[in-house]
């Protein structure tokens, strides 16, 4: 196999996550593991045969079904984002990325709802029920917020720490060296910069956002 098969494995490998994502009723198995060899050739499997592959791309297994209307909680996410004085598209983004705007969405971990709270974040919140969506909404609004104000405005840290917690951020001083996170601020960044170019009357500005490059 020539280096320059290399573009092509790898538009192979999204286009079988997007199936995974499409039809999640498949039994995929979406964890891809990478090695390259002496020859510079990168290897890519969802089925590793030796060590020397190395997990690469983690899949956020989430319960998610098909037909959800993506458009009818714009009135709550306004209302939180209002009151929480954080954009309407940047909670949108959230939304897309943890839940796909399905409120009965359930993570392995525990994860629940719209905005995908665990039990204890949703306790601490005073979110009785991480099933409801109102309720859901003005919880993760309100924890994003606390986030964005513990790291000063800097987007990308209160998104990691949205994803892995805070002490994952303090421990490595930055945004955690986890592919499930690094992808995960990658991907609500840029749902959020797509959010933001829509027409939506009502946004809030986020003061002193810094956007920051998430390095492979």
């Not at 494995?9 to 390259?36: E, H, N």
């Not at 705007?101 to 993570?107: D, G, I, L, Q």
């Given at each position: 196999m020539k280096p320059c098969m290399k573009?092509?494995?790898?538009?192979?490998?999204?286009?079988?996550?997007?199936?995974?994502?499409?039809?999640?009723?498949?039994?995929?198995?979406?964890?891809?593991?990478?090695?390259?060899?002496?020859?510079?050739?990168m290897h890519i499997t969802n089925l590793p045969t030796s060590p020397e592959y190395k997990l690469w791309i983690k899949e956020r297994r989430v319960i998610i079904k098909a037909g959800i209307d993506m458009t009818k909680y714009g009135p709550l996410i306004q209302k939180a984002s209002d009151k929480y004085k954080v954009d309407y598209s940047l909670v949108k983004a959230v939304i897309k990325a943890e839940s796909n705007?399905?409120?009965?969405?359930?993570?392995p971990k525990g994860a629940q709802g719209l905005m995908q709270l665990m039990p204890k974040t949703a306790s601490t919140l005073q979110v009785r029920d991480s099933f409801e969506p109102e309720s859901n909404i003005e919880g993760g609004v309100k924890y994003l917020r606390y986030l964005m104000n513990v790291y000063n405005g800097h987007l990308p840290l209160a998104l990691a720490a949205y994803n892995a917690g805070e002490k994952a951020v303090a421990r490595y001083g930055g945004i955690p060296p986890y592919a499930e996170t690094k992808g995960y601020v990658k991907r609500v960044m840029a749902l959020y910069k797509q959010y933001s170019s829509e027409p939506k009357e009502g946004r809030t500005a986020i003061v002193s956002m810094r956007p920051e490059v998430v390095s492979d």
């Open positions: 573009p092509f494995l790898a538009s192979v490998v999204l286009g079988i996550l997007t199936l995974g994502v499409l039809f999640p009723c498949t039994p995929v198995l979406a964890d891809i593991y990478r090695y390259t060899d002496d020859n510079g050739v705007f399905n409120h009965k969405a359930v993570s």
